[in-house]
Structure formats: structure tokens, C-alpha cells
């Protein structure tokens, strides 16, 4: 026989609380909680790099865009000058009498489509 066979003890509920206790007590006097944090001196440069090209938006990174969604506002220059007399592009609110009476009504509060 190479070695001796121990019998495999049950512990009850005390006695596994009292270990589990005990490890718990062990870990934490050996942890510390760092609450202060440094750069690298010797990759300060890097790190700046990193955080400055993290703050730029997405058309100053990248030539193309990189999703399907980037697509939507990716090129927001207007197709069309904007031309405030252009009839063809600017339908404005136009008050007649009526719409004008209309109007005054539905400010005032008061409605009477369901009549």
C-alpha cells in the first residue's frame, strides 16, 4: 500500500460557514482597492494620441463609413441651395378666411369637428 486511504468527512453547515468565513476574512487582507490611476510616462505620447482620436467624430477618423447607419448622415451638405423664394422648394403656411378663422378657433380651445 503506497498510501493511506482517509475517510471523506461530511461537514455539517457550521463547520463549512466557519471555512468559508475564514477564506473570505483571507482575501480580504490581501486586497487593495486602487483608486488612483497614472499614465505611463514612457507611452504618455501614445496615450494622448489614443484619447484624442477617440474624441473626434466618426467623419474626421475614418474616410468612408464604417456601418450601414453612418450612412444616413454621412454626407449632410444639401443637394439643393436652399433658396428662400424658391417656390418649387418652400411650401409656407398661407392664411385665407377661413383657414385664418379656423385657426383662431382651435387656439381658442374650442372644437367643433364632431358637430
Known amino acids: ?3 493511506h486511504q482517509r475517510e471523506k468527512v461530511m461537514l455539517d453547515e457550521v463547520r463549512q460557514n466557519q471555512i468559508l468565513r475564514e477564506l473570505f476574512l483571507k482575501e480580504l487582507r490581501t ?3 486602487y483608486t488612483e490611476y497614472h499614465v505611463n510616462p514612457l507611452r504618455k505620447d501614445r496615450f494622448l494620441k489614443l484619447i484624442h482620436h477617440a474624441a473626434q467624430g ?3 477618423k475614418y474616410p468612408e463609413t464604417q456601418t450601414e447607419s453612418q ?3 454621412w454626407f449632410s451638405e444639401p443637394l439643393v441651395n436652399p433658396e428662400r423664394d424658391d417656390a418649387r422648394l418652400n411650401h409656407f403656411k398661407v392664411y385665407n378666411d377661413i383657414t385664418l378663422y379656423k ?3 382651435w387656439s381658442l380651445g374650442e372644437d367643433d369637428r364632431h358637430k
Open 31 to 33: 486586497q487593495k482597492l
Open 58 to 60: 466618426p467623419r474626421k
Open 103 to 105: 385657426a383662431k378657433m
Open 1 to 3: 500500500m503506497a498510501g
Open 71 to 73: 450612412e444616413y448622415g
